[in-house]
């Protein structure tokens, strides 16, 4: 057993031996395959290498033969320019030498026609100096003659000739302007009569107070409540006065203010509707309606602006616009007044061919000082200057507002359309009311500046105080004076009296001989 141990292990140890010595030759076999096969590459790259390097070497002599004939070839191109260079300077050269030899031989001419001229230049000198004795002595003979110096002839004739051309500048001048106006007045009439015919206008009057109608009479009992503290109570928080008369089964309003008539009238038809009648339900009814009211009149300002197709227009200017609708100005509604001004603005602004849009915005804002929230000094006119100038309008549109009694100056063309409209919408026939005393007033007034003046027989005021007739005495006032006394009565109608539109004025003289045959 021992045995075959040992001989197990001498077996193994023979065999570790054998397999080391295989393993270190087949190590040197590699070692050796390694080295041959490098050197076959190094062999392999210094063959390329040298391939590569005549390659180069053959590149760059290519390059540099081809560098060297275009070098060549730039140089005899530089020295073929260089030689045409030198010819054409050689031609300017010899042209120039042409020129100065031209030149010698002309300046030698001119020197003879220098003489030549020198010698006429004298001649002429004399027959000059020859000339003017000549007319010194035919001055003096004409001075003589006509007993004047030359410099008062002179004067004289220009004297006249300044009269002549002035009288006849002043005649054109006036041929002119009578031209310019007949045209101008053709053309303003028509672009007057068309913008009134093509604007619908109303003819409604405002009145300062209002009816309240009730149901029955026992309604007036609560509306007073005890003691009349119902009736105060109403008149406090509206500020309208309550008239309960005898009148059946109504009460009246009185206010000059229509928007403070309209509240009392919608709270008292709640109050009357809703049965309760006293103080507080009284002052809660009006501070809910005056809110209504405040809602209504921002609707109608801003249904207003979207029918009259105005944009941009600032939120407190529609509210003011829609607070129109509850003032008047001589019975005439201030909304509907302004809405008929902008329509006439709008056209008449086409028919000119302006921009109508601006004079839409300029005629419904122009009386926008007549609704102010605060009282103030100043007129309307200013007044609603500063407030659409507070609110960023456009210059053009301030200045009409402004403008438009000639409070301030015009500025702009479109002013003049604007005051013109407005004297259209006031001036028509039904706009306004008038208290009759009034009228008379003013026909009586009308007639009377008229007979002041000497010579007036009579005056008659006609077609409502639009006309007014002055028949004067033939032996006292001749033609040229009828001229100048209807110009004068027309201007201190102008200047001393208020009236709507405009008043003609016609002077009438007339002789009449009268005998009778019997």
């Known amino acids: 057993m021992i045995t075959i141990v040992i001989a197990g292990v001498i077996a193994l140890l023979i065999g570790f031996f054998v397999g080391k010595v295989v393993f270190a030759k087949n190590t040197e076999n590699k070692i050796a395959e390694a080295e041959s096969h490098a050197k076959k590459i190094i062999s392999e790259a210094q063959t390329t290498a040298e391939s590569m390097k005549r390659e180069k070497q053959l590149e760059a002599k290519e390059r540099f033969v081809q560098l060297k004939a ?4 730039e140089v005899l191109e530089k020295n073929r320019r260089a030689n045409e260079g030198e010819a054409r300077i050689k031609q300017k050269e010899q042209g120039i030498n042409q020129k100065l030899e031209n030149l010698d031989k002309q300046a030698k001419d001119n020197d003879v026609i220098k003489d030549n001229l020198n010698r006429q230049i004298e001649v002429v000198n004399l027959k000059r100096t020859e000339l003017e004795k000549h007319q010194e002595e035919h001055i003096r003979r004409l001075e003589k003659i006509a007993a004047l110096t030359a410099d008062e002839a002179r004067a004289q004739l220009i004297e006249s000739l300044r009269q002549e051309t002035q009288t006849r500048a002043l005649a054109l001048q006036q041929e002119i302007i009578d031209d310019a106006k007949q045209k101008a007045n053709k053309e303003a009439r028509k672009i007057i009569i068309q913008s009134i015919q093509r604007t619908a206008a109303e003819q409604a009057i405002e009145n300062s107070i209002t009816v309240f109608n009730l149901e029955s009479d026992e309604i007036k009992g609560q509306i007073i409540g005890r003691e009349g503290r119902n009736i105060r109570a109403i008149e406090a928080a509206t500020g309208v006065d309550l008239i309960v008369d005898d009148t059946p089964e109504a009460i009246v309003l009185s206010s000059f203010d229509p928007l403070r008539r309209e509240i009392a009238r919608l709270s008292l038809q709640r109050l009357v509707t809703d049965g ?7 002052e809660e009814i009006v501070e809910k309606t005056r809110k209504q009211i405040e809602e209504q009149v921002m609707e109608i300002g801003e249904r207003t602006v979207i029918e009259l197709g105005i944009h941009g227009l600032h939120k407190e200017l529609v509210r003011i616009v829609g607070k129109m609708r509850f003032r008047s100005s001589y019975g005439q509604n201030l909304l509907m007044h302004s809405r008929e001004v902008a329509n006439l603005c709008g056209i008449m602004a086409a028919e000119l061919g302006m921009n109508p849009k601006l004079a839409k915005r300029a005629g419904l804002l122009h009386d926008i000082g007549k609704v102010p929230d605060e009282e103030t000094e100043l007129s309307h006119a200013l007044l609603g200057m500063k407030l659409a100038e507070k609110y960023g309008e456009n210059p053009a549109v301030i200045n009409a507002i402004g403008a438009h009694h000639d409070e301030v100056e015009m500025q702009y063309v479109i002013a003049p359309i604007i005051q013109a409209c407005d004297a ?27 007979l002041a003046y000497p010579g007036v027989e009579k005056a008659y005021a006609i077609q409502a105080g639009r006309e007014l007739r002055v028949i004067v005495e033939a032996d006292k006032v001749t033609d040229i004076d009828s001229d100048k006394l209807s110009f004068e009565i027309a201007q201190k109608i102008q200047t001393e009296m208020t009236y709507p539109g405009q008043i003609k004025v016609t002077v009438i003289r007339e002789k009449r001989a009268v005998n009778v045959a019997r």
């Open 70 to 73: 275009e070098h060549d070839k």
């Open 276 to 282: 309760r009648i006293h103080p507080a339900r009284i």
């Open 424 to 450: 259209i919408s006031g001036a028509r026939p039904g706009a306004r009311r008038e208290i009759m005393q009034q009228y008379l007033q003013r026909i009586k007034d009308l007639e009377n500046l008229a």
